[in-house]
């Protein structure tokens, strides 16, 4: 990501009535605006607030000066990362769900979706360790 350039992220790994939590950050891992939500238990209504939430992080990114190139989302369970559907998750009603076409329409910046593990090892080795190890291994 160019130093400059600005994503969102969203989680939705969190159980109904713990929520979902967004972020704007930028290359360096500063974060610039957070949003937090409860999550809701229908299909529906989950994606509804998934896309307000990317949409208000989004208008804020926007009303900076510096609009978010892209959206990603982490979502626990069976996830098609190239095809941006939620085949199967243990804690949200998104089963069979093609959730990153969905929000990409809404808010119409590219979207990916991620595992929510892989997304925290990605976020572990790129901005969590201390550099006194090459590598990252997530088990």
Known sequence: MAGDTRVIGIDTSGDYGSGIAGALVDASGSVSAKKTALTPRTRDDLIDSLATMGGRLLEQSRRDGQAASALGVAVPGLVDERSGTVHRTPNLTLDEVPLGPMLQERLGIPVFLVHDAIAGALAENSLG???????????
């Not at 360790?129 to 088990?139: E, I």
């Open 129 to 139: 360790w201390d550099g006194a190890w090459p590598t990252c291994c997530w088990s």
